[in-house]
């Protein structure tokens, strides 16, 4: 028996202990806690945090690392192992350059700007959540500066949400779809436009949070390991093995965003839910690779839901509980929630100009990490690129630079995966049909949880064994390439826009 492997696991284990506290601290922050307990709370996420960054630093820990990593005993390993070793040990390397008081300034620094930032977007006032952002950029920077100080803070960012991408790879996928993009958009554009006007009305809360149980349902997440709740933004948490869980935010008068939203996170928490077990306890259950799991909330959302044959087996169901829909025919439906125009909020946006919202993002991080605009200049820009990209300028700071949380907690270099998952689902889609045939029979049969299967199978089960480029040659056989992608937008929507 290796007794430096057992140690290491049962150490693990009890870091781990402290990050569920933490995760869970941070949850209920984002759902439940009222005003006065703010303080308290982002204390105590501070104190488990730092206990967790005490282990990960410990001279015993790095101990262990060092010597599991040399050749004798790393390679008697099973191959989750040594990947865990691998990751850890360039984690342990890293963290060990950040001083400890630093570390707990970042962290409860994050919670401070991420209340900031609520309360910032409710007014529509930037200069309310400006000192905070400056601070998050600068203790990012400093952050970066003291893990890896010879390299590239925003390459070093981007590698940590999608190891093995880079600035340079990324600009030319994305100009690739630039290119393709705006030319599609002006003919869209150019052509007839849905009335939208059946769908205008109030829908009942209560209910909109019943027809989200009911997709998630029937996309296949799994209640008896998740939860949900209701959050100023969406998102997904990995709690634990068996302990999923996903928000909403509802809104009276706009029920396609909650749907859609509703099937967005259950895209991320069904990968959650179906890693094999096999690798609890190993790096290999922690996906890192946002661009990987942004492709599979976006092809349940996109590919999935805005496909009108996802709707035939349920339309009926969608009516009952939302009475409105009765009376709105399915084609009208459909057109509704593929209906392509410039808009302001990027959560909101149609599959289209989505690509643009993250584009734009995109030339927003490279100026603050690679041309240090200052901070107080960045709605001026935020507002200029939408105007060049989108052909709009936001009227308030809500709708423009304060829209997203994601900088907010200092989630910078995030923002690129969105679109990288969109690209991966093109290529995911040409393969889906080569081995199960039409998706457009599949969804119209009500046959849904056979993709979910397939996706379980290809991707879900193997959690973080291989990153993003490594998944798209298992599983489509080729490089990564946005042409799919564009072959799937153009078809469907000269279909529906009749050009």
Not at 462 to 479: A, F, K, P, T
Request: glycine share 6%.
């Amino acid at each position: 028996m290796n007794q430096t492997l057992e140690k290491f696991k049962e150490y693990l284990k009890e870091v781990r202990q402290y990050d569920l506290a933490s995760t869970l601290l941070t949850w209920d922050l984002q759902t439940m806690t009222p005003p006065k307990g703010l303080e308290s709370k982002m204390d105590a996420i501070g104190f488990f945090s730092t206990k967790s960054f005490r282990l990960l630093t410990a001279a015993e820990y790095g101990a262990m690392l060092e010597e599991l990593s040399a050749p004798e005993q790393f390679n008697e390993l099973d191959t989750a192992m040594q990947i865990t070793v691998k990751r850890y040990l360039r984690e342990y390397r890293r963290f060990k350059r950040v001083p400890e008081d630093f570390y707990t300034e970042m962290v409860t620094t994050s919670a401070r700007s991420e209340k900031a930032w609520e309360k910032a977007r409710e007014e529509k006032d930037f200069s309310l959540f400006l000192p905070y952002l400056d601070k998050m950029i600068s203790l990012k920077k400093q952050y970066i500066n003291y893990m890896e100080p010879d390299e590239d803070p925003y390459e070093v960012l981007l590698d940590t949400y999608e190891e093995g991408m880079d600035s340079v790879t990324i600009e030319k996928l994305f100009t690739e779809l630039k290119e393709g993009l705006v030319p599609l958009l002006a003919k869209i554009q150019a052509s007839p436009q849905p009335d939208l006007s059946a769908l205008a009305g109030s829908y009942d809360i209560d209910a909109q949070k019943k027809v989200q149980n009911m997709l998630l349902d029937y996309i296949g997440f799994d209640f008896e390991a998740g939860a949900v709740a209701q959050s100023a933004h969406p998102f997904t948490m990995d709690l634990c093995p068996g302990d999923t869980r996903v928000t909403n935010h509802y809104y009276e008068t706009q029920p396609i965003s909650s749907i859609f939203s509703a099937i967005h996170e259950g895209g991320h928490a069904i990968f959650g839910q179906n890693i094999d077990p096999v690798y609890e306890g190993t790096a290999v259950e922690q996906v890192n690779l946002m661009g990987l799991h942004e492709s599979q909330s976006r092809f349940y959302e996109n590919i999935l839901g805005r496909n009108k044959n996802f709707w035939v087996p349920i339309y009926a169901k969608l009516g009952e509980l939302l009475p409105q829909f009765q009376t709105i025919p399915l084609d009208v439906f459909y057109r509704a929630i593929n209906d392509v125009h410039p808009s302001f909020i990027r959560t909101e946006a149609d599959e289209v100009t989505y690509c643009l919202h993250i584009i734009l993002r995109f030339e927003m991080e490279k100026a603050i990490f690679k041309d240090h605009v200052p901070t107080e200049k960045l709605p001026a820009l935020w507002n200029d690129k939408m105007e060049e990209l989108l052909g709009i300028r936001p009227s308030n700071d809500a709708e423009g630079i304060l829209q997203d949380m994601h900088w907010s907690d200092g989630s910078f270099g995030y923002f690129p995966s969105y679109l990288l998952g969109n690209i991966y689902d093109g290529m995911f889609l040409e393969q889906i049909e080569k081995e199960l045939g039409s998706l457009d029979t599949i969804l119209a049969e009500g046959r849904i949880r056979e993709i979910t299967a397939w996706l379980n199978e290809k991707i879900h089960k193997h959690g973080s064994l291989y990153n993003s480029r490594e998944v798209l040659q298992r599983v489509c056989g080729r490089e990564i390439s946005a042409k799919p992608l564009l072959d799937y937008f153009n078809k469907k929507y000269s279909e529906i826009y009749g050009f």
